[in-house]
């Protein structure tokens, strides 16, 4: 290498690139957690007491085995939360309006 012009040397071996780790390259990502997809989308869109459930039963997996999926567990858990409260609102509201009907229709008699 010192007999040669700096253009005609072969170019330096590549090293590993900054703020990088230089190993494993190609290192897949833990999966997703199911339990904590269902408990996203059971509490937004079907039924959300399971989502509820599917959110506590996601958190408590993810713990133990270190999958991804905390972020949707949790919203999940909101969701279901927030759902079930407006459902059972909605019910209540529904029982008192059928039960005024029923009243009212057999007050006259």
Same mark, same amino acid.
């Given at each position: 290498m010192t007999?040669?012009?700096?253009?005609?040397?072969?170019?330096p071996a590549p $090293?590993?690139?900054?703020? /990088? +780790?230089? /190993? +494993?390259? /190609?290192? /897949? +990502?833990?999966?997703?957690?199911?339990y904590a997809i269902l408990?996203?989308?059971? $509490?937004?869109?079907?039924?959300?007491?399971? $989502?509820?459930y599917f959110g506590n039963k996601a958190k408590k997996q993810i713990a133990q085995t270190g999958e991804r999926g905390v972020e949707l567990a949790t919203a999940g858990l909101v969701v279901g939360w927030i759902f079930t409260a407006i459902y059972g609102l909605f019910v209540l509201v529904w029982c008192g309006f059928v039960g005024t009907m029923i009243v009212g229709s057999t007050a006259g008699r």
């Open positions: 007999d040669q012009p700096p253009s005609q040397q072969p170019p $090293g590993p690139t900054p703020g /990088y +780790p230089p /190993y +494993p390259p /190609y290192a /897949y +990502p833990p999966p997703v957690n199911m408990a996203l989308v059971f $509490g937004a869109m079907v039924f959300p007491p399971l $989502g509820i």
